[in-house]
């Protein structure tokens, strides 16, 4: 994905109002993030910051600068002082961009675009609390990944990044995540949105994320509207990325059947995400995109 | 064929009303409403969920599996429908009228197996389980049954009638015997036909070995059944040529026996006979021939006939043949007998013949007729002390300045009585139609060739002309070269290939050389009398010295001169005989008795004919009968043109429930 030419941002996704909320939205980050909750997400790593962490053995080869002599005419041992080295932190946003999630309810909002909106504001909160953000669009595989842009500043780059996502293919999300690790290979925040419409399921994916040190966040996108039968009788149900037909005579049991199917599929979801240690959040299309950022905000985690 | 094609098109024709109806069903099919699903899998989960879980399912399987037996029980009932129905026509025969064919040709007579110290014995002949099957059919029948017993052969013979009481039937059994004749199985079924007309519930019953191998008859009757009995019990003959059996018989069999006189000895000759072993391995035998002018049958010629030769040979596999040279033909009646060598005293014969009603050939020498010869010469004494050589010449010499072609003419030769003419040196013509020799060295064609003092040689040693005629160290001081017609035959040559002799069969036999006997020492050689007794023989007609056999169990017509009433007809083994049949100058016979058959003019003169087995009643091959007509129930097979039986149509009602329970099971399927 090229990220550097001009391109024109969807007016009907980001206009002035979404623009507006994110704002507030990003304001109020702030203050949930100073109540707390920092220390739940950042990692530390052992470096060159300001910060003194531990001392260690000096060994042949270290910066003789970093000897504490205070502590050798104590000790008359020769040890180094380390710091607290402070780490940006990456922020991918998998962004599910197969048939699937183009498909709505008639007049309705698409699963994709609430997650391209879903995407905006996360964006726009990590790029004020100075993170790097990249936004990884994937269905059978990822293109080329654009590169992590750090800074308020780059925000309407995300913009343009993101109304320029083309929709269709298949859902292969360990595949995507295969090739999206060996092109990222810094590690960092992976949220993962999708509707998860991947016969292989989604729990080696996220075991495989984990293993590789990226630290993975569910956003799982839910239309209930689709599971309201439009029409009942004899049907041939055409699957969407696959083409596959299936026939048969749909009746309000069967119906309730396959509710009862996708709430057991939901469960799937959530159960994937939890054996892999990461936080799973189901985004219902019902709820507005600033209840649904609100609602990544309270589950905790995103927010340095 | 025209039965094949005709069911092939009505097959086709169904088979095209079936597909246009499942073509047009597919069309008018309710189309189902596609609708797109984000995720076609969670769907499937659900269906399989659903048909597990619902109990209307299992209804419905059950319903399924119930289709499935009656479809599997349609199935069976029409593979099975041929076997049953023959036997439910077997119970319900049990009010029936049944016309029992019990064949009795010569091959009945065999005893299979493999006799002797080889094989284990076997007690009786294929009659014996014949008449066995006969007895169990009808004691297992029911009382009310009624049946007609018919032997036959040749003919046919009512052994028991309609309304003989059951043990009447069963002892007509103990009189039945083997004859030496073949079936025909046309005039048996035409019997039975006949016995049956007019009667309900009729069937017929024809216990066989095979039977001769026969197309199919004028007419079958409306059911027919076989038992088959002897080696082919349990075939199907009604496709495919006779076969072979597998293991062979043990027995030898005379096929054919040939004679020839020799070459200017009537009196002895060669016997060619044809020997059969059907066994599988090389048999000792003993052949004797046996010469009569009285005896007819094995019985006589093994009494009274002076036996002429007896040989032991080894008779191999198969078909051979045994050339006996040098016998004793004064005797015009020959039999030939072949037998298994006698084992050592005290030891087990190796070798039982199972067959033994073809050991034994006949053959009768033909009447040496005396032939008028007209010899027109000036006096070449040559070629008439040759003629005078023969015993069977009877000599009418004219000089040239007598001789008027059209005086004897064919026409005229009831008046001048002559069979032969022979010109010497004659340019004039042969008499119209008859048959005659003409020798003319000097031709009056001016475009004529000659050779000088040249090589002649034989071209056609085969011909009856030429048997036994050599030309070598023979001297020809001059000869014209003959130019044949398409046809003719060339005797003998000049080296390189300039004819001198030449016959020609049509339209009249005549014989053609190109020499003068006075310019040649041929006519002091010893072939000149034989070659004028056979060119004689020859040009009369009567060169072959053996009559033609009559086969067993076939109509005959005999001719002879002066057949009319009175002629009388002696069967071998007879003492006495019977007025013949005769009629149009031909003695009429039918008999099936082997042997030498023996007519006797009131004036005392007879002609005699000797026998020959059918060649269809070897007893080692599996025969088949034929295919039989549309409608015929018979049990040899069936025919394409037949109506389709029931299960036919049974088989096509289980191949629709079929289709129509595949649409079903892919219509559950879906939901």
Same mark, same amino acid.
């Given at each position: 994905?090229?990220?550097?030419?001009?391109?024109?941002?969807?007016?009907?996704?980001?206009?002035?109002?979404?623009?507006?909320?994110?704002?507030?939205?990003?304001?109020?980050?702030?203050?949930?993030?100073?109540?707390?909750?920092?220390?739940?997400?950042?990692?530390?790593?052992?470096?060159?910051?300001?910060?003194?962490?531990?001392?260690?053995?000096?060994?042949?080869?270290?910066?003789?600068?970093?000897?504490?002599?205070?502590?050798?005419?104590?000790?008359?041992?020769?040890?180094?002082?380390?710091?607290?080295?402070?780490?940006?932190?990456?922020?991918?946003? *998998?962004?599910?961009?197969?048939?699937?999630?183009?498909?709505?309810?008639?007049?309705?909002?698409?699963?994709?675009?609430?997650?391209?909106?879903?995407?905006?504001?996360?964006?726009?909160?990590?790029?004020?609390?100075?993170?790097?953000?990249?936004?990884?669009?994937?269905?059978?595989?990822?293109?080329?990944?654009?590169?992590?842009?750090?800074?308020?500043?780059?925000?309407?780059?995300?913009? +343009?990044?993101?109304?320029?996502?083309?929709?269709?293919? +298949?859902?292969?999300?360990?595949?995507?995540?295969?090739?999206?690790?060996?092109?990222?290979?810094?590690?960092?925040?992976?949220?993962? *949105?999708?509707?998860?419409?991947?016969?292989?399921?989604?729990?080696?994916?996220?075991?495989?994320?984990?293993?590789?040190?990226?630290?993975?966040?569910?956003?799982?996108?839910?239309?209930?509207?689709?599971?309201?039968?439009?029409?009942?009788?004899?049907?041939?149900?055409?699957?969407?990325?696959?083409?596959?037909?299936?026939?048969?005579?749909?009746?309000?049991?069967?119906?309730?059947?396959?509710?009862?199917?996708?709430?057991?599929?939901?469960?799937?979801?959530?159960?994937?995400?939890?054996?892999?240690?990461?936080?799973?959040?189901?985004?219902? *299309?019902?709820?507005?995109?600033?209840?649904?950022?609100?609602?990544?905000? +309270?589950?905790?985690?995103?927010?340095? | 064929?025209?039965?094949?094609?005709?069911?092939? !098109?009505?097959?086709?024709?169904? &088979?095209?009303?079936?597909?246009?109806?499942?073509?047009?069903?597919?069309?008018?099919?309710?189309?189902?409403?596609?609708?797109?699903?984000?995720?076609?899998?969670?769907?499937?989960?659900?269906?399989?969920?659903?048909?597990?879980?619902?109990?209307?399912?299992?209804?419905?399987? @059950?319903?399924?599996?119930? $289709?499935?037996?009656?479809?599997?029980?349609?199935?069976?009932?029409?593979? &099975?429908?041929?076997? @049953?129905?023959?036997?439910?026509?077997?119970?319900?025969?049990? %009010?029936?009228?049944?016309?029992?064919?019990?064949?009795?040709?010569? %091959?009945?007579?065999?005893?299979?197996?493999?006799?002797?110290?080889?094989?284990?014995?076997?007690?009786?002949? !294929? @009659?014996?389980?014949?008449?066995?099957?006969?007895?169990?059919?009808?004691?297992?029948?029911?009382?009310?049954?009624?049946?007609?017993?018919?032997?036959?052969?040749?003919?046919?013979?009512?052994?028991?009638?309609?309304?003989?009481?059951?043990?009447?039937?069963?002892?007509?059994?103990?009189?039945?015997?083997?004859?030496?004749?073949?079936?025909?199985?046309?005039?048996?079924?035409?019997? &039975?036909?006949?016995?049956?007309?007019?009667?309900?519930?009729?069937?017929?019953?024809?216990?066989?070995?095979?039977?001769?191998?026969?197309?199919?008859?004028?007419?079958?009757? %409306?059911?027919?059944?076989?038992?088959?009995?002897?080696? %082919?019990?349990?075939?199907?003959?009604?496709?495919?040529?006779?076969?072979?059996?597998?293991?062979?018989?043990?027995?030898?069999?005379?096929?054919?026996?040939?004679?020839?006189?020799?070459?200017?000895?009537?009196?002895?000759?060669?016997?060619?006979?044809?020997?059969?072993?059907?066994?599988?391995?090389?048999?000792?035998?003993? =052949?004797?021939?046996?010469?009569?002018?009285?005896?007819?049958?094995?019985?006589?010629?093994?009494?009274?006939?002076?036996?002429?030769?007896?040989?032991?040979?080894?008779?191999?596999?198969?078909?051979?043949?045994?050339?006996?040279?040098?016998?004793? =033909?004064?005797?015009?009646?020959?039999?030939?007998?072949?037998?298994?060598?006698?084992?050592?005293?005290?030891?087990?014969?190796?070798?039982?013949?199972?067959?033994?009603?073809?050991?034994?050939?006949?053959?009768?020498?033909?009447?040496?007729?005396?032939?008028?010869?007209? =010899?027109?010469?000036?006096?070449?004494?040559? $070629?008439?002390?040759?003629?005078?050589?023969?015993?069977?010449?009877?000599?009418?010499?004219?000089?040239?300045?007598?001789?008027?072609?059209?005086?004897?003419?064919?026409?005229?030769?009831?008046?001048?009585?002559?069979?032969?003419?022979?010109?010497?040196?004659?340019?004039?013509?042969?008499?119209?139609?008859?048959?005659?020799?003409?020798?003319?060295?000097?031709?009056?064609?001016?475009?004529?060739?000659?050779?000088?003092?040249?090589?002649?040689?034989?071209?056609?040693?085969?011909?009856?002309?030429?048997?036994?005629?050599?030309?070598?160290?023979?001297?020809?001081?001059?000869?014209?070269?003959?130019?044949?017609?398409?046809?003719?035959?060339?005797?003998?040559?000049?080296?390189?290939?300039?004819?001198?002799?030449?016959?020609?069969?049509?339209?009249?036999?005549?014989?053609?050389?190109?020499?003068?006997?006075?310019?040649?020492?041929?006519?002091?050689?010893?072939?000149?009398?034989?070659?004028?007794?056979?060119?004689?023989?020859?040009?009369?007609?009567?060169?072959?010295?053996?009559?033609?056999?009559?086969?067993?169990? !076939?109509?005959?017509?005999?001719?002879?001169?002066?057949?009319?009433?009175?002629?009388?007809?002696?069967?071998?083994?007879?003492?006495?005989?019977?007025?013949?049949?005769?009629?149009?100058?031909?003695?009429?016979?039918?008999?099936?008795?082997?042997?030498?058959?023996?007519?006797?003019?009131?004036?005392?003169?007879?002609?005699?004919?000797?026998?020959?087995?059918?060649?269809?009643?070897?007893?080692?091959?599996?025969?088949?009968?034929?295919?039989?007509?549309?409608?015929?129930?018979?049990?040899?097979?069936?025919?394409?043109?037949?109506?389709?039986?029931?299960?036919?149509?049974? @088989?096509?009602? &289980?191949?629709?429930?079929?289709?129509?329970?595949?649409?079903?099971?892919?219509?559950?399927?879906?939901?």
């Amino acid at each position: 994905m090229a990220d550097g030419s001009p391109r024109k941002i969807r007016d009907d996704l980001f206009d002035a109002a979404f623009l507006g909320r994110v704002e507030q939205l990003a304001l109020l980050s702030r203050r949930i993030a100073t109540s707390g909750q920092r220390a739940m997400r950042r990692s530390r790593k052992i470096g060159s910051g300001i910060e003194f962490a531990d001392h260690r053995e000096y060994a042949p080869g270290d910066d003789p600068r970093a000897i504490d002599w205070l502590l050798y005419a104590r000790t008359e041992r020769l040890q180094l002082r380390l710091y607290e080295e402070e780490e940006d932190l990456s922020v991918y946003f *998998l962004l599910d961009r197969s048939t699937s999630m183009t498909m709505a309810a008639d007049g309705q909002q698409s699963l994709f675009d609430r997650s391209l909106q879903v995407t905006a504001a996360l964006s726009y909160i990590s790029l004020s609390n100075l993170d790097r953000v990249s936004v990884v669009p994937f269905s059978e595989g990822i293109e080329a990944p654009m590169r992590p842009l750090r800074g308020r500043s780059q925000f309407f780059r995300i913009l +343009r990044v993101l109304s320029d996502v083309k929709q269709g293919g +298949r859902t292969e999300i360990h595949r995507s995540i295969e090739a999206f690790a060996r092109h990222q290979p810094r590690r960092g925040l992976v949220v993962l *949105l999708s509707d998860f419409y991947d016969p292989a399921g989604l729990g080696d994916s996220l075991r495989y994320l984990a293993f590789r040190g990226y630290e993975p966040m569910v956003l799982h996108l839910v239309d209930r509207s689709l599971l309201d039968a439009p029409v009942l009788g004899d049907l041939a149900l055409v699957d969407c990325e696959t083409g596959d037909v299936r026939e048969l005579c749909l009746t309000p049991a069967l119906m309730e059947n396959y509710r009862k199917a996708f709430d057991g599929f939901t469960g799937e979801i959530e159960r994937a995400a939890r054996e892999a240690g990461a936080r799973c959040l189901q985004v219902d *299309l019902a709820l507005p995109f600033d209840e649904v950022v609100m609602k990544v905000f +309270r589950a905790g985690g995103f927010l340095a | 064929m025209t039965g094949l094609l005709t069911t092939v !098109r009505e097959v086709l024709i169904l &088979a095209g009303l079936i597909g246009l109806a499942l073509v047009l069903l597919y069309l008018l099919r309710p189309r189902r409403r596609r609708v797109e699903v984000p995720f076609g899998a969670l769907w499937q989960r659900v269906l399989a969920q659903s048909e597990s879980r619902s109990v209307g399912k299992h209804w419905r399987r @059950l319903l399924s599996l119930l $289709l499935m037996a009656a479809i599997a029980g349609l199935l069976v009932t029409a593979l &099975a429908d041929p076997l @049953l129905t023959r036997a439910v026509g077997a119970v319900t025969a049990g %009010s029936s009228y049944t016309v029992l064919i019990l064949d009795t040709s010569a %091959s009945m007579g065999t005893r299979d197996g493999r006799g002797g110290r080889l094989g284990p014995k076997v007690a009786g002949t !294929r @009659l014996d389980e014949a008449l066995g099957a006969v007895a169990e059919l009808v004691g297992k029948a029911p009382s009310s049954d009624r049946f007609l017993l018919l032997s036959a052969t040749g003919h046919v013979q009512v052994r028991s009638g309609w309304g003989a009481p059951r043990p009447t039937l069963l002892q007509a059994l103990d009189g039945v015997q083997t004859s030496s004749g073949g079936l025909d199985l046309q005039r048996a079924l035409a019997a &039975a036909d006949q016995a049956l007309a007019g009667r309900p519930r009729t069937r017929t019953v024809l216990i066989t070995d095979g039977g001769p191998a026969l197309v199919a008859p004028a007419k079958w009757p %409306s059911t027919l059944q076989v038992l088959r009995v002897g080696p %082919s019990r349990g075939r199907s003959g009604a496709k495919g040529e006779p076969a072979l059996l597998p293991q062979g018989l043990d027995n030898l069999a005379v096929a054919d026996v040939r004679v020839r006189p020799a070459a200017g000895d009537p009196g002895r000759g060669t016997v060619t006979v044809t020997l059969r072993n059907d066994a599988r391995r090389p048999v000792q035998a003993r =052949l004797s021939i046996a010469a009569s002018d009285r005896a007819q049958d094995a019985q006589q010629f093994g009494q009274d006939a002076a036996l002429r030769r007896v040989t032991t040979l080894t008779v191999l596999p198969g078909t051979s043949r045994q050339v006996l040279e040098d016998v004793d =033909l004064s005797a015009a009646r020959l039999a030939v007998r072949i037998a298994p060598e006698p084992p050592p005293p005290g030891k087990a014969p190796e070798f039982v013949d199972l067959a033994p009603y073809d050991d034994w050939g006949f053959a009768v020498l033909a009447e040496r007729h005396a032939l008028h010869v007209l =010899l027109v010469t000036e006096g070449n004494l040559f $070629l008439e002390a040759a003629l005078l050589a023969s015993d069977r010449v009877r000599l009418h010499a004219i000089l040239p300045s007598g001789y008027k072609p059209e005086t004897y003419a064919w026409k005229e030769r009831v008046r001048h009585g002559i069979d032969v003419v022979v010109l010497d040196q004659l340019t004039q013509p042969l008499p119209d139609g008859m048959p005659g020799l003409r020798l003319l060295l000097h031709s009056e064609d001016p475009k004529a060739r000659y050779a000088q003092a040249p090589e002649v040689v034989v071209r056609a040693a085969d011909h009856a002309l030429m048997r036994g005629v050599s030309f070598q160290d023979t001297n020809f001081d001059q000869i014209r070269v003959i130019a044949p017609l398409p046809g003719d035959v060339v005797l003998a040559a000049a080296l390189p290939s300039a004819p001198v002799m030449v016959a020609r069969a049509a339209p009249v036999r005549t014989v053609e050389w190109g020499l003068d006997l006075l310019e040649t020492d041929l006519g002091g050689r010893f072939a000149m009398p034989i070659l004028m007794d056979d060119a004689v023989a020859w040009l009369a007609g009567e060169e072959e010295p053996l009559l033609a056999p009559l086969e067993l169990g !076939r109509p005959w017509a005999i001719e002879a001169a002066g057949v009319g009433p009175g002629w009388k007809h002696l069967e071998p083994g007879q003492k006495e005989p019977k007025p013949a049949r005769t009629s149009a100058g031909q003695l009429l016979a039918a008999s099936e008795t082997h042997g030498v058959h023996v007519w006797l003019s009131p004036d005392g003169r007879e002609v005699a004919r000797a026998t020959v087995l059918p060649p269809a009643e070897s007893p080692s091959e599996i025969k088949v009968l034929g295919r039989p007509p549309p409608g015929v129930d018979a049990s040899e097979g069936s025919d394409p043109t037949a109506p389709k039986p029931r299960w036919s149509w049974l @088989l096509l009602a &289980a191949t629709v429930v079929l289709a129509a329970e595949f649409g079903l099971y892919l219509r559950r399927r879906t939901v």
